[in-house]
């Protein structure tokens, strides 16, 4: 596609519930990044993948949090248990990789998650 | 840890004017990248202009540049010639150079351009 899609767009979940936010990165793009953004605050780094590989999850706030890129496109970002403190906007992003120059990430609409 | 330091929470700026938003960090690295991404209101996040840390030469995309100044570890970005569509959240941004391709973010600020 032309850019990073994300889906749902808005998702509204019971406390306790389980979520999946999925993300469909720019054709070709080998990284691909989560971010949590909360309400007036700047987006903060959840995981990211290089192909099907998760490089880096140290963002991860707990062990509810899991993500997967299995096929190294598409990437799930899923929530066990939901608590009322996940809900933010979930940002997923993808670049092309760290050669020179082809850093840039490009970032998705996010999917706003709400917790009642 | 590297921390990124965004102190102007709002800012405001009449049309056809410039503005300058701040942006400072914290790092012990000697490599690494600059970046600020524009937030439009319910619209995705937006590369505006990168900076390579050992570049010495300000990076200029247009209206936009910045002035990168390492040993004071500032990264502020200048918009000549405002424009409504300016509008947005601008966010300042961290990579290391090495290792962990993640982006550090401040925590933005908030620019409102007047008519």
């Known amino acids: 596609g032309a850019g990073v899609s994300q889906s749902p767009r808005y998702k509204v979940a019971k406390r306790g519930q389980d979520v999946a936010l999925r993300c469909d990165p720019i054709?070709?793009?080998?990284?691909l990044f989560w971010y949590q953004q909360a309400l007036g605050q700047g987006p903060e780094f959840l995981t990211y993948f290089q192909n099907e590989a998760q490089l880096d999850k140290s963002g991860l706030p707990s062990d509810r949090f899991f993500a997967e890129r299995p096929e190294g496109s598409v990437s799930t970002l899923k929530i066990q248990r939901t608590q009322q403190e996940d809900s933010a906007v979930y940002l997923c992003a993808s670049s092309l990789g760290l050669t020179m120059g082809r850093d840039v990430q490009y970032f998705g609409p996010g999917t706003r998650l709400t917790v009642l | 840890a590297q921390t990124v330091t965004q102190s102007q929470p709002e800012m405001s700026v009449q049309e056809a004017e410039t503005v300058t938003l701040s942006c400072t960090y914290d790092t012990s690295e000697s490599d690494y990248y600059l970046f600020w991404y524009k937030q439009p209101p319910s619209r995705q996040m937006i590369l505006v202009i990168r900076?390579?840390?050992?570049?010495?030469q300000n990076a200029t995309e247009n209206r936009f540049s910045v002035n990168f100044q390492k040993a004071a570890k500032s990264f502020s970005l200048k918009i000549s010639d405002s424009q409504l569509g300016d509008a947005a959240m601008y966010f300042c941004a961290y990579r290391s150079g090495g290792g962990s391709e993640k982006l550090v973010f401040g925590k933005g600020t908030k620019l409102t351009v007047n008519p």
């Open positions: 900076q390579e840390a050992y570049k010495q």
């Open positions: 054709s070709g793009h080998v990284s």
